[in-house]
Every structure is written in structure tokens, then in C-alpha cells.
């Protein structure tokens, strides 16, 4: 009986491709994610299509969520933010619908793949930095450089510059981190079970009772999984908003 | 010790990192917590500041994760 926690972030290919040397298969990632944009599209598009003054119950909970995304990017980056709605909320919905597929049994969780979540931090830092030169010009560089004497700012330009730097490392190892956390600890706790349970067939079968232990705390790890899903996807949001931000505004209060 | 048993302790060593992580996110909460119980008018503007200090406060515990992972399987 080999229970290994990481097996159920394997990537596997399910169509072979090989061309030029690179491997291009699709693998089972590729075919979550294309579930992923796939119920998302469907879902707004089939909300968005009954455009009612008393809305149904799938058009309010689209509603919900660009409100949801609108309230956040109005409150953090104001109202020059509100044009990268589409933006943020295409990355909200993205990680949010893969976090909360991920925990379906079974399922392949696009979000527990550094190179997803790395590719999404390198989006955000490079629109973050696109944007900033493309308003400000060579003045977004004032960001690295905060009002302050000059023996200060030989301190404070290298760490401005590090804890810009870091941005995308955090912003990605975040989510894919928790992401991993979680569904091993799920199949650490699941392999208890199985553990506890097999006991059933040895000479002291009353031990199996306990099985039922690990088993409710499944149950109250999954619905923290839950909350952390929807966390995790609300905060890579809302700091690509506060990002985006700093971009518009430099260190300016607006 | 071998290669392999002193890079199962390395790892092991580098997830003492989460401890500073789980402190500070207990940290933030609770500051949060008793500044918002002391003026619930102004908590519900400050939870942009919650999730961005519990969002940074996480992330230093996880590069302790990181390499913890990076030890495992390089």
C-alpha cells in the first residue's frame, strides 16, 4: 500500500507532443485548466446573458463577484484603477475557480503548480511595471526613492529595490505554498484512515474504531481548505491591485 | 551521516521558519482584533491593511517552506 502525499501533484501527459526537442504534451494540468476557463466562461457568459432589473440567482452571484472585485480594485487603487477591472478579475476568477476545483476528489489542482501561479506573480509585476513607466516615464524609478534625507536613502533605495524584487517570488510561492500545504495535509490525514481502518484484519481489530477520528478532521480541514481557497485567491488579488496602485500613484496619497 | 539522512534534517530545520510565520500572522490578527473591538467604526476600512500584513507576514514563512522543498527534491 504506497501512499505518497505528493503523487496527487504529478503532471502527467495525457496527449504526447514533441516538437523542436520541446515537450508540448497535454498533460492532465493543461486539462484542468482549460475545465477552469471553460466553466468560468460558461458560467459568466450563461449569468451575463439574462441581463434582468430582478436578477436570477446565477446573474446575482456574477453580480456578487464583480462587485466584490469592483468594491476592492475602487478601494485600493481608486477610480485610474478601475480600467484593469477585466485584468484583475480574469486573475481573481482564474485562481479562485482553481482552488475551489482542486478540491474536488480526485481533481488535479492547477494552483499547486509553481510554474502557474510564477507565470501569473510575472504577468502582474510586468503590467505593474508596463503601466508605471508608461504614466510616469523614467519618474515611476521615485517609487525606489521615498521622500527622505540622503544617509537615509542609502539605506532605504537598496531595500525599496529588494522588496520590489520579491514581488513576484512571494506573490507566486503564496499561493502555490498553501495550495501544496493543504491537499498534502488532506492526503496525510486520509492516509490515517486507511491506516487506522486496516487494522480491522490484525489480531487487535478494535483499534480500527479510532479511524473515525482522522475522519471528522478531514471534514473540518476541507472546509478550512475552503476558506483558504477563496482567501488565497483574494489576496493575490487585492495585491495586484495594491501593486497596480503603486504604479498609478507612486507614493502619492490619492 | 550520509547525504541523504543530513538533507532530510536540513529540511526538516528549514520549516522552523513557519514558526516566525505563525507567530506573526497570530500577531496580526490580534492587534487587528483589539484595535477593531476598541473602534469598530474604523475596522471595516483598515481590512485592506489586514490581508496586505497577513499576505507579507506569510510569505517570509514560506521561503522557509521554499527551501525546505528546494533541499527535498534537488
Known sequence: MAMNPMEQFEVKPLVPLHIGGYDLSFTNQSLWMCIVVGAASIFLLYAGASRRLVPTRAQSMAELGYEFVANMIHSTAGDAGLKFFPFVFTIFMFVLLSNFFGLLPGSFTVTSQIAVTFALAAVVILTVILVGFLRHGIGFLKLFAPKAPWYLLVLLVPIEVISFLTRPISLSVRLFANMLAGHTMLKVFAGFVIALGATAITPKPYWSVLSIAPMFLIVAITTLELLVAFLQAYVFAILTCIYLSEALYLHDQH | ?74
Not at chain 2, 34 to 57: D, E, I, V, Y
Open chain 2, 1 to 74: 551521516m550520509d547525504l541523504a539522512s543530513a538533507k532530510q534534517i536540513g529540511a526538516g530545520l528549514a520549516c522552523v521558519a513557519l514558526v516566525g510565520a505563525g507567530i506573526g500572522i497570530g500577531n496580526v490578527f490580534g492587534s487587528y482584533l483589539s484595535g477593531a473591538l476598541r473602534n469598530p467604526g474604523a475596522a471595516a476600512s483598515q481590512t485592506t491593511n489586514l490581508f496586505l500584513g497577513f499576505a507579507l507576514c506569510e510569505a517570509t514563512g514560506l521561503f522557509g517552506l521554499v527551501i525546505a522543498l528546494i533541499i527535498l527534491f534537488t
